[in-house]
């Protein structure tokens, strides 16, 4: 987010700015002084200060708002272009963006990211018996679990669609991965959600991989995808990974967590 810095950045342009205006106007009357002898030149030096003291501040502040506004209105568009509506997080956009930057970085030090997907179980049952608003509800608080869940500016989270989410997760191999998604998977069932004064219970399915150096998000999100579907086929509401051991081949199986 752009804020902290930049309405520090506003803070002092503001006073960059009357002091600008203040040694602007001194200098001026300095320069125009020796021609205007008949009101003394000490007098219109006075008076230019004066005024540029009285100017300034509020020149400055009119600026800082109209800055203070702009960083307002950049920040929203900001929120609209890299997250979902409804639950906050963020967009496929946004989440390619972050898997490009964690990608490069894993070429650069070797240090891992693995990808998990998460798609909720029986999620149309939920919309038919709650509606619509109880489905959404359902998504917002999960998805606020998820947020607070993740570490903080290490791992990232989005909607990916419906009732998806893909988590991106840094510095983690194959057994860090299955933890984090075993973890998220017993959260996610023992989630309380109320709407309407009933009770929703949510279960879902989630595929993990250890993404490779060269492949794109498309290519990392397709392992991941054949995970979920493994997970699904076999009961739902388990985790299944993506052996790294195996070849990258169109034969490649999923495996038990």
Known sequence: MLSTSSRLHTLVYAILLSVVLVSATVHFADFIAPYLDVYGAN???YTAVF???????????????????????????LELATTDPLTG??????????????SARYRRTNRPVSLLLIDLDYFKAINDKHGHAGGDQALTILSEHLRTT????????ARWGGEEFA??????????ALRAAERLRRQIETLQITFNDTSIR??????????RKDETLEQAVQRADLCLREAKGRGRNRVMAY????????DDKASVA
């Open 202 to 211: 949510l279960q879902a399915s989630i595929g993990a991989i250890v993404c």
């Open 243 to 250: 052996p790294e051991e195996l070849t990258n081949t169109a």
């Open 89 to 102: 997080l963020l967009n496929r956009r946004a989440f390619a963006h972050r898997y490009d930057r964690e």
């Open 43 to 45: 007098t219109v030096t």
């Open 51 to 77: 005024a540029s003291l009285v100017l300034a501040p509020p020149a400055s502040i009119i600026m800082a708002v109209y800055s203070h506004k702009l960083i307002n209105v950049q920040e929203q568009l």
């Open 167 to 176: 988590v991106l997760l840094s510095d983690s191999g194959h057994q860090s």
């Open 150 to 157: 993740c570490r903080y500016g290490t791992d990232d989270v």
